[in-house]
C-alpha cells in the first residue's frame, strides 16, 4: 500500500512539475514577444512597456513556483530519508522567499500602475 502511495505521489508531483514548466515557459515566450512588438502609443514614462512585460512574467513565475512548491511538498511525504527531506525543505524555503519577494515588488508596481491611472482631482481629463 506504502509503494503505490508512493507511486501515485510521485506522478502527481511530476505532473504539478510540468504545469509550472508550462506556466513559465509561456510566460517567457509572451514576455519575448511583449518585448519585440513595438507599440504606437506610448504612455509619458519609457520603460512603461518593459515594466507591464515585467510583471505579467513576475506573475508567470510567481505562479510557476508556487505548482513548484506543492510538487516540493508531495515529494517530502515520499522521501524515504532525512538528507532528502532536508533538501526539499531548503529548496521549498528558498522558494518560498523568491514567492514573497516577487509578490511584493508586483504589489508595489500594481499600486504604482493604478496610482498612475487615477485622474487628479480638479484636473481635467
Known sequence: MEEIFARYAGYIALGLEVVAVVIIGVGAVQAVIGL???RSKMPASPFFRK?????HFAVSLLLGLEFELGADIIRSAISPTWE???????IALIRTFLN????K???KY????????????????
Open 105 to 107: 515588488d508586483i504589489e
Open 100 to 103: 514573497f519577494f516577487l509578490e
Open 51 to 55: 515594466k507591464e512585460v515585467w510583471v
Open 36 to 38: 519585440l512588438t513595438p
Open 84 to 90: 532528502q527531506v532536508g533538501q526539499l525543505g531548503a
Open 110 to 125: 500594481d499600486e504604482k500602475a493604478s496610482g498612475e491611472q487615477q485622474p487628479v482631482e480638479g484636473m481635467p481629463s
